[in-house]
């Protein structure tokens, strides 16, 4: 028989939700349920969350603001490695950053942070393609396997070339390329 006090039925409610929710297998359902149903309501689910943020915004803004506050540690290695002074000096990391930013739009495989010089230096500076020294001012990172053709964008994958022989190379397979 149901308890007549409102408060003791939510209290019973509460924590007969709490034991099956606690039970991994319930859980595990419940989630992909809701994840389904976000997929197949991708507009009502975006307008939830919103509503949600309206209604608790000032909680949403006080736990990040405590979150970088016992985060500043983090900030500042990020401002270091990313501050436009820190860039300005070693552009070839702007640069890196770049290519791989590029690389996930058209790459389904994997992308890698890839430094030039670290590539300069494994290849020892001859073009992959020509097998001829390559000029250490006026060089080009060549995919061997292009992103266009599906490949990553891996330290692997990549290696000195001249311009030249890169641009005659296209987006083509290396023994492609002629």
Do not use: F
Not at 44 to 70: F, G, L, P, V
Not at 83 to 109: D, M
Not at 166 to 171: T, V
């Amino acid at each position: 028989m149901p308890h007549r006090d409102p408060n003791v039925r939510k209290m019973r409610d509460r924590e007969r939700a709490r034991r099956w929710y606690s039970n991994g297998e319930n859980r595990r359902r419940k989630l992909t349920r809701m994840a389904e149903w976000r997929s197949s309501h991708p507009e009502e689910s975006k307008e939830r969350k919103r509503a949600c943020y309206r209604k608790h915004a000032t909680q949403y803004r006080a736990a990040a603001a405590a979150y970088h506050s016992s985060h500043r540690g983090d900030k500042a290695d990020y401002d270091r490695v990313y501050h436009p002074a820190y860039l300005k000096a070693h552009p070839e990391v702007s640069r890196a950053g770049t290519a791989a930013r590029r690389a996930r739009k058209v790459s389904n495989g994997p992308v890698e942070r890839i430094l030039p010089s670290e590539i300069w230096k494994r290849d020892g500076g001859i073009c992959g393609l020509c097998g001829l020294a390559a000029d250490a001012r006026n060089w080009h990172l060549d995919h061997i396997l292009p992103l266009a053709l599906g490949g990553p964008h891996t330290n692997d994958n990549v290696q000195v070339a001249h311009p030249s022989c890169n641009l005659r190379k296209g987006a083509r397979r290396a023994l492609e390329g002629g």
